[in-house]
């Protein structure tokens, strides 16, 4: 492999490696996406198959398989930490952008499903930022 960039899980046990040469990278908001990371909206690069290897931990996912709907996720047993999964077609790995441990090369392209995006959020970015917990 090329260029990489290692990433895990929240408590190590699962890593793996992919090439930073991302296809795409999008904000999704769809109603699914903030159901499945608990979250606004989700962050997904995509990359192509072959650039990803796991170094340890694989047997430690799990995959979810929603039953009705085009939708897969996988993640660590141990920690619940979103973790990268291939797409149902195969043509790419899904991978979450927090789980990477360095930063990827690739800008964000788009924000999707932005008409599902919550209000809560849409408002939450007109508030003060702050370096850690507001005093």
């Known amino acids: ?52 290897r796991w170094l340890k931990g694989e047997k430690e996912t799990a995959i979810f398989q929603h039953p009705t709907r085009l939708f897969t996720r996988r993640f660590c047993k141990h920690c619940g930490s979103g973790l990268p999964v291939l797409t149902k077609n195969e043509r790419f790995y899904l991978v979450p952008a927090g789980s990477l441990n360095a930063e990827p090369s690739r800008v964000v392209d788009a924000q999707i499903f932005i008409e599902e995006q919550s209000e809560w959020h849409k408002e939450g970015l007109k508030q003060e930022c702050c370096e850690g917990f507001p005093q």
């Open 1 to 52: 492999m090329g260029n990489t960039i290692v990433g895990s899980c929240f408590c190590g046990a699962c890593e793996f490696e992919v090439e930073n040469d991302f296809k795409r990278f999008y904000f999704c908001h769809c109603k699914q996406c903030q159901k499945m990371t608990s979250s606004a909206h989700a962050a997904n690069l995509f990359a192509l198959p072959e650039t990803l």
